[in-house]
């Protein structure tokens, strides 16, 4: 069964403090790898789509990278206005579209 | 240009009510996805519709419905309301039924049954 897994559940950092989030997934051949961001009470906003291992992405203070077996979400000095859930999600490369969401990791950046 | 469109965005039912709630993809978009997300869990598949054909179900029961509209517009349907039906409904539209194509959410309707 293909699923996702993300830890952890929830990270505090301080300001400028370095981490590392991490997504596993199964999934019966992988056609792309998504991570979002979800502020509360609104829908996920797009951060990145990774496609095949070794595959890296960057975005201002965020860094997405691909193995076969994981993705990890690389926050290089975060600031307060970073916390927010993030979300993992894949698609697999036979069957329907749909997106296979993991739970989420709720980050806290303290100032 | 304007997001995915979600509306209303909170909505309050008795249980054995029945809701609908509609969303409008960015202009261009083709493929409308709907999700359930629970508090504290990720968004779940409920359907994905291209140019007005259902491409996907998830395991949801029949009392869940959509459809697909001309202008590429959706409706989510669900009859007989549960408590556990309480949850953000979101919607997501992409230009089209290709995997690389990444999807757009709306900010959703939160549905509470009462």
């Known amino acids: 069964e293909d699923q996702v897994t993300q830890s952890p559940e929830a990270l505090r950092l301080q300001e400028g403090e370095s981490s590392s989030l991490n997504c596993s997934y199964t999934v019966s051949g992988l056609r792309g790898l998504f991570w979002y961001r979800q502020d509360p009470g609104k829908g996920p906003e797009f951060l990145f789509t990774l496609y095949s291992a070794g595959e890296e992405k960057e975005k201002e203070r965020l860094k997405a990278t691909l193995t076969k077996k994981e993705s990890f979400l690389h926050i290089t000095a975060p600031k307060p206005e970073d916390s927010a859930t993030y979300l993992c999600a894949v698609q697999a490369s036979s069957g329907t579209y749909k997106y296979i969401f993991g739970t989420g990791t709720r980050l806290k950046v303290l100032a | ?114």
């Not at chain 2, 469109?5 to 809701?19: E, N, Y």
């Not at chain 2, 978009?29 to 994905?48: A, E, M």
């Not at chain 2, 459809?67 to 989510?76: I, T």
């Open chain 2, 1 to 114: 240009d304007a997001g995915v469109t979600q509306s209303p965005t909170h909505l309050i039912k008795t249980r054995g009510q029945h809701v609908t709630l509609r969303c409008s993809p960015i202009s261009g978009h083709k493929s409308v996805s709907w999700y359930q997300q629970v508090l504290g869990q990720g968004p779940q598949f409920i359907f994905q519709y291209y140019e007005k054909e259902e491409r996907g179900r998830g395991n949801f029961p029949d009392r869940f419905s959509a459809r697909q509209f001309p202008n590429y517009s959706s409706e989510l349907n669900v009859n007989a309301l549960l408590l556990g039906d309480s949850a953000l409904y979101l919607c997501a539209s992409s230009l089209g039924d290709s995997p690389n194509y990444g999807y757009t959410f709306g900010s959703g309707t939160r549905l509470t049954v009462v």
